[in-house]
């Protein structure tokens, strides 16, 4: 079948069905990492005032039973009720091929809401027990992909993370990027960068920037993470540790002084020369990104636009020319 083709449409009924015949247990379908399987506080109030608005999808076994294939928060909240009573479920013929039930899946799935990277990594390890990968690749259109077999592969690379990692995936504090450099750290590491990300709730920029520099700064010096982590509290015990924001902050800059000494150098330097400069109020000397150069940035600022036009004939020959008009007019 090719990524263009319409997913099937499996023959599926449904039945009001006792929540006993249905198996929670079986993990044959699960998409979600272990801890994640109960309901929260707001699924379990919304089915205890208006029941499940969205049928579980579950497959008719052989041997008798249902084996739930998606929807078991939902049978677990239902539960929780005082008179459950039987539970309405989109019933699959146990027969149902591989593609159409993994299809079927993946769209019940997806009514929940987008599914985390961990979710779908899980949902094509599981289809790939069954199906081949030409089969699985259309499955990554609903997803939002394309249908290309290195998206299965990244997907799957996730699963090899430490826990600590997988879970922030899951939750979204670890950015899909992050945890693609993380994969070559040993999983002690690992785990110590997922800690940091969760305690200082870094995020974008700042999540990319302490994971490079302390790729860098453990592969330069031979350390672990931990140990990175000790250096740095024995250099700046007086730091105060209970305001994150402000230790996030001092980690990073002392990630960054130590990744970039010359750059640290450069930053003193240029301190010194633009305080022997002695420059007025309103004036400000600056440098170029990471010092990638010598130049000087000279910016000044008018109250408005007629107190710079007192100046500019000034300011343009002095630019122009490099020297001021009284330099060769002594009457000014």
Excluded at 20 to 48: C, K, Q, W, Y
Excluded at 64 to 86: D, E, M, N, Q
Excluded at 97 to 126: C, D, M, T, W, Y
Aim: one cysteine or more; hydrophobic letters at 40%.
């Amino acid at each position: 079948m090719s990524s263009s083709e319409p997913m099937p449409v499996a023959d599926c009924q449904s039945l009001h069905l006792d929540p006993a015949a249905l198996n929670l247990e079986d993990m044959t379908f699960n998409l979600r990492p272990s801890g994640h399987a109960e309901p929260d506080a707001n699924l379990i109030e919304s089915v205890r005032q208006f029941g499940i608005l969205c049928p579980p999808l579950v497959q008719e076994q052989p041997a008798g039973g249902f084996l739930v294939v998606s929807g078991k928060k939902r049978i677990r909240a239902a539960r929780r009720r005082p008179a459950t009573g039987k539970i309405i479920c989109l019933v699959a013929p146990h027969d149902i091929p591989a593609f159409s039930l993994f299809s079927l899946l993946l769209h019940h799935a997806l009514l929940g809401g987008q599914l985390s990277v961990i979710e779908q990594a899980n949902f094509f390890r599981k289809a790939l027990n069954r199906l081949p990968m030409a089969r699985a690749l259309p499955l990554l259109i609903p997803l939002g992909h394309k249908a290309q077999k290195y998206k299965i592969e990244e997907l799957l690379n996730f699963l090899s993370l430490d826990p600590s990692v997988i879970t922030g995936l899951h939750r979204g504090t670890i950015q899909p990027k992050s945890a693609q450099k993380m994969r070559q750290l040993a999983p002690d590491d690992q785990q110590e960068l997922a800690r940091l990300i969760m305690e200082f709730q870094l995020g974008g920029s700042k999540q990319h920037k302490l994971i490079d520099q302390s790729i860098d700064l453990m592969m330069r010096h031979e350390r672990s993470m931990r140990e990175t982590i000790a250096h740095y509290r024995r250099e700046n015990k007086e730091r105060n540790q209970d305001n994150k924001p402000q230790e996030a902050a001092s980690f990073l800059r002392w990630l960054f002084e130590k990744c970039h000494p010359e750059s640290v150098t450069a930053e003193t330097e240029f301190k010194r020369f633009a305080a022997e400069l002695e420059v007025p109020p309103k004036i400000n000397v600056d440098h170029t990104r990471s010092f990638e150069d010598d130049t000087v940035v000279l910016s000044l600022s008018f109250a408005d636009r007629s107190s710079l036009l007192k100046v500019w004939p000034e300011i343009r020959t002095i630019m122009t020319t490099g020297t001021p008009d009284f330099a060769t007019d002594p009457q000014r």
